[in-house]
């Protein structure tokens, strides 16, 4: 997303064509993660750093806070399984075994 300052004024049917409610949404962003709560919605997942304060180079500190590959594929498989797990057709309340 370019700009949130932008999209926010946007219409509720934009943003819903944009990012729709049940779109899987993931977001990484290299701040705190809350802001982007907002964009993945409660089933989405936010790759961010939770605190302030650490100072070294930022491939050492993305590695500290967890901003890695391995964690947006880890999330990314997460949200697969979400949506898997979510559209599965529920088994019956009663089984009825066929006749032959």
């Keep these: 997303m370019p700009c949130t300052n932008v999209f926010d004024r ?22 705190h993660p809350d802001f982007w709560r907002k964009y993945v919605g409660r089933t989405g997942v936010v790759v961010g750093i939770a605190s302030f304060g650490e100072s070294a180079p930022a491939k050492d500190l993305y590695a500290h806070f967890g901003i890695t590959s391995k964690r947006v594929v880890d999330a990314a498989r ?23």
């Design 10 to 31: 946007q219409s509720d049917a934009y943003q819903e064509m944009v990012l729709p409610l049940g779109l899987p949404a993931i977001a990484i962003e290299a701040a």
């Design 78 to 100: 997460t949200l697969a399984h979400r949506a898997a797990h979510r559209n599965a057709v529920p088994l019956p309340d009663q089984i009825v075994v066929a006749a032959n």
